[in-house]
């Protein structure tokens, strides 16, 4: 991380480099060195069918960088530097396989002007790619030159397209005497200062305030707190304290820390009855709804609520974030302990879904009265359904289950097609 260049705004840190490359790179489980021997000469072996191809516009030269180049207990991927080369053809060898190639393009590719204009050979490159990297989820292919990224690299594959024949590669490690792309970002100082207290109307703990038309949910939490305590950049550089006491929002910045159960490592369950304590020993509004616990899973949509009816809390549960209001319906006052309540509920109910993985079950609902489950944490739904053992009783509390599917009506002519959702 490092300072971004900006002036006569809010103060904030951006990616370096190194910092986008880490961010990008996927969290897989770590392998050993066997692993990534047996990677190599997979890909080595894949990469002969590929220069051996006859059918192939493109040939291809493999280049080894990063940690696999080095002895380590464990690893993370590895890295190989891919290159196309294309193949001197004549030109009725080359229509062949053009043809060829655009006849397996996707309609989706055709309607593009890339598609259009370089069809057949990126429908190769995708060809090659997809071969290359099938049941090896470890492997990283890259376009980037290790050579121009000045990072030692090693031959795995050569290849000279005026004979197209493979060229012998040596072991030994290639080390560019220039200084890696990303070693030359240059270091930006860090500031004196990076948190400094906006002007704000302070107010406490328990101070009502009128709701009126605004919203505070679930994801608003830290983006208030950052409003708080962002620094404002002069056109000088100068930090300054950041001024809203305009924004009426803000003033209950950083409540979701006066109730922090959501912090513990608590199963889902344990962590709701815990919030629910919470709300009663501070009066907070959720401690009246009605203890009943509801999922609904259908297309596109992830919901978990808490309470009957229309007196209820509700959160929209997503692959990187919870959505949903922490205000409640039907009251027009809240204060910063209602929203700590609110907060700790919704993280609890959003852990609930998680760790039971209704995200990975079909399209169903399912009813939970909180005071009968036993257990500190919800079990894993998709492992129930799969045995045929989720429905009503599968554990205390559980009850009206309900599955749906999705049934298409066959249009006629110029209607267009409708799906209906039924038990």
């Given at each position: 991380?490092?300072?971004?260049?900006?002036?006569?705004?809010?103060?904030?840190?951006?990616?370096?480099?190194?910092?986008?490359?880490?961010?990008?790179?996927?969290?897989?489980?770590?392998?050993?060195?066997?692993?990534?021997?047996?990677?190599?000469?997979?890909?080595?072996?894949?990469?002969?069918?590929?220069?051996?191809?006859?059918?192939?516009?493109?040939?291809?030269?493999?280049?080894?960088?990063?940690?696999?180049?080095?002895?380590?207990?464990?690893?993370?991927?590895?890295?190989?530097?891919?290159?196309?080369?294309?193949?001197?053809?004549?030109?009725?060898?080359?229509?062949?396989?053009?043809?060829?190639?655009?006849?397996?393009?996707?309609?989706?590719?055709?309607?593009?002007?890339?598609?259009?204009?370089?069809?057949?050979?990126?429908?190769?490159?995708?060809?090659?790619?997809?071969?290359?990297?099938?049941?090896?989820?470890?492997?990283?292919?890259?376009?980037?030159?290790?050579?121009?990224?000045?990072?030692?690299?090693?031959?795995?594959?050569?290849?000279?397209?005026?004979?197209?024949?493979?060229?012998?590669?040596?072991?030994?490690?290639?080390?560019?005497?220039?200084?890696?792309?990303?070693?030359?970002?240059?270091?930006?100082?860090?500031?004196?200062?990076?948190?400094?207290?906006?002007?704000?109307?302070?107010?406490?703990?328990?101070t009502k305030v009128a709701i009126d038309d605004m919203h505070?949910?679930?994801?608003?939490?830290?983006?208030?707190?950052?409003?708080?305590?962002?620094?404002?950049?002069?056109?000088?550089?100068?930090?300054?304290?950041?001024?809203?006491?305009?924004?009426?929002?803000?003033?209950?910045?950083?409540?979701?820390h006066l109730c922090p159960i959501w912090k513990k490592d608590?199963?889902?369950?344990?962590?709701?009855?815990?919030?629910?304590?919470?709300?009663?020993?501070?009066?907070?509004?959720?401690?009246?709804?009605?203890?009943?616990?509801?999922?609904?899973?259908?297309?596109?949509?992830?919901?978990?609520?808490?309470?009957?009816?229309?007196?209820?809390?509700?959160?929209?549960?997503?692959?990187?974030?919870?959505?949903?209001?922490?205000?409640?319906?039907?009251?027009?006052?809240?204060?910063?302990?209602?929203?700590?309540?609110?907060?700790?509920?919704?993280?609890?109910?959003?852990?609930?879904?998680?760790?039971?993985?209704?995200?990975?079950?079909?399209?169903?609902?399912?009813?939970?009265?909180?005071?009968?489950?036993?257990?500190?944490?919800?079990?894993?739904?998709?492992?129930?359904?799969?045995?045929?053992?989720?429905?009503?009783?599968?554990?205390?509390?559980?009850?009206?289950?309900?599955?749906?599917?999705?049934?298409?009506?066959?249009?006629?002519?110029?209607?267009?097609?409708?799906?209906?959702?039924?038990?």
């Amino acid at each position: 991380m490092e300072p971004a260049d900006i002036f006569d705004n809010l103060f904030y840190w951006q990616l370096t480099p190194n910092g986008t490359r880490l961010a990008l790179e996927p969290k897989r489980k770590r392998i050993g060195r066997d692993k990534v021997q047996t990677i190599i000469s997979e890909l080595l072996a894949r990469a002969k069918v590929i220069n051996g191809d006859s059918d192939r516009l493109q040939r291809i030269t493999l280049k080894l960088f990063g940690s696999a180049l080095e002895e380590r207990d464990d690893y993370g991927d590895v890295d190989v530097s891919i290159a196309y080369l294309r193949r001197q053809l004549s030109d009725i060898e080359r229509e062949r396989i053009e043809n060829a190639l655009k006849a397996r393009q996707s309609n989706s590719d055709r309607q593009t002007f890339q598609g259009r204009l370089m069809g057949a050979e990126r429908q190769d490159t995708r060809e090659i790619m997809a071969f290359l990297k099938k049941g090896l989820p470890h492997l990283s292919l890259m376009n980037d030159d290790p050579m121009d990224l000045g990072t030692p690299y090693r031959w795995l594959v050569d290849h000279d397209v005026k004979t197209d024949r493979p060229v012998d590669v040596s072991d030994d490690i290639v080390r560019p005497n220039g200084p890696s792309i990303l070693d030359q970002h240059p270091r930006k100082p860090l500031p004196p200062i990076t948190l400094l207290e906006a002007r704000h109307r302070a107010i406490s703990a328990n101070t009502k305030v009128a709701i009126d038309d605004m919203h505070i949910g679930l994801e608003d939490a830290a983006a208030l707190e950052e409003q708080m305590w962002s620094p404002k950049v002069t056109r000088e550089g100068d930090f300054v304290a950041n001024d809203i006491r305009s924004e009426k929002r803000v003033k209950f910045a950083g409540f979701q820390h006066l109730c922090p159960i959501w912090k513990k490592d608590l199963g889902g369950v344990a962590m709701l009855k815990e919030a629910l304590d919470w709300c009663d020993e501070h009066k907070v509004w959720i401690r009246d709804l009605f203890p009943r616990v509801s999922i609904q899973r259908s297309d596109r949509t992830h919901i978990i609520r808490l309470g009957w009816g229309h007196d209820l809390i509700y959160f929209n549960v997503g692959g990187k974030s919870t959505t949903g209001s922490l205000l409640p319906i039907n009251r027009t006052r809240v204060s910063k302990i209602d929203l700590a309540g609110a907060y700790a509920v919704g993280r609890a109910l959003s852990k609930m879904y998680d760790e039971s993985r209704c995200a990975k079950m079909p399209w169903f609902s399912a009813d939970i009265l909180l005071p009968l489950v036993e257990v500190d944490r919800l079990p894993d739904f998709p492992g129930l359904h799969k045995v045929g053992s989720f429905k009503e009783g599968a554990f205390q509390g559980l009850r009206e289950v309900t599955f749906f599917r999705a049934r298409i009506t066959r249009p006629t002519p110029n209607e267009p097609v409708s799906i209906e959702k039924h038990a």
